[in-house]
Structure formats: C-alpha cells, structure tokens
C-alpha cells in the first residue's frame, strides 16, 4: 500500500527544547546515499555547520527554527573562502521527528518544477531514521534533537 494511501497520524509536536537540547537537520538524499542510520538514545559526535534558513522557513513557515545541519558535502570547502564555520556537538539523541512535504507545481517563474508546500511541513516522531512512519507526501530529512 502506498504512503499516501495509509493512515496519516496527526502531526506530532515537539516539547519545547530544554537548556542543554540542540536540533539539527539530517538531509534525506544524504542520509540514503550514505546508508547513515542514527536511532533513539544512540551516543552521536558530529560536525555540523549552519542551516539553510530559508528553506526551514520555507517547509515550517516560522514553526520550528533549526540552527545547525550535518551536511556531509560541506567538508569539501573546508579550507576554501566562505567556507562554512563547524561546530562540533556530541551527546545522546532524545528525539528524532520525520520531516515530509508535499510538492506542487511552481506558480513563480524564477522557480521551475516542482517546489514544498510553503509551511506544509508535517512532523512525526520515530525510533530511527530507517523507520519510517506513514506521512503524507515525501520525505525531505529528519530533525534530531541532541541532549548534551
């Protein structure tokens, strides 16, 4: 049965996050091509540089902000004018939300093709990104939330 025709739960809201909690944003495309995995209550260490602002906004709409991504194209700048500043960050994953969006044909003509439901981001809790849950959609990354 496909994702769109099973049962979508409601979107699942985050808890605010805690003092010593930092998201960040794991990329679909790069977590498939690298075969990543990252589970609840796993131990990461990872290198990460700064968000794509504007395509959070794009996908929540000024719901949930996300500072920092673990981007693993990134490390071929490093060295290179405006190369993007690291910050390295370890601790336990506390939670791990699904990201999907559904896409649509552009209505601008600077932007071809396909492009997010601006601010149609819809949210589910999982145990790993290898399990995913049904969405509506396609899925776009994963917002991992670390406890320090």
């Not at 769109?4 to 091509?33: C, K, M, N, Y």
């Not at 602002?53 to 991504?69: H, S, Y």
């Amino acid at each position: 049965m496909s994702e769109e025709a099973r049962a979508v739960d409601a979107e699942d809201i985050p808890p605010v996050a805690g003092s010593h909690d930092t998201d960040i944003w794991l990329t679909a495309w790069q977590v498939a091509e690298g075969r990543f995995d990252v589970a609840l209550d796993q131990h990461v260490a990872w290198s990460l540089v700064p968000m794509d602002q504007d395509w959070m906004a794009r996908l929540f709409a000024c719901r949930r902000a996300v500072a920092l991504q673990r981007d693993t194209y990134a490390d071929a700048l490093r060295g290179t004018p405006g190369a993007p500043t690291w910050t390295h960050l370890s601790g336990r994953v506390a939670r791990i939300d699904q990201i999907s969006v559904r896409y649509h044909p552009s209505e601008d003509p600077a932007e071809r093709g396909l492009v997010p439901e601006t601010g149609g981001a819809m949210q589910h809790s999982v145990l790993s990104v290898r399990e995913p849950r049904a969405h509506h959609g396609t899925i776009v990354g994963w917002i991992v939330r670390i406890r320090a």
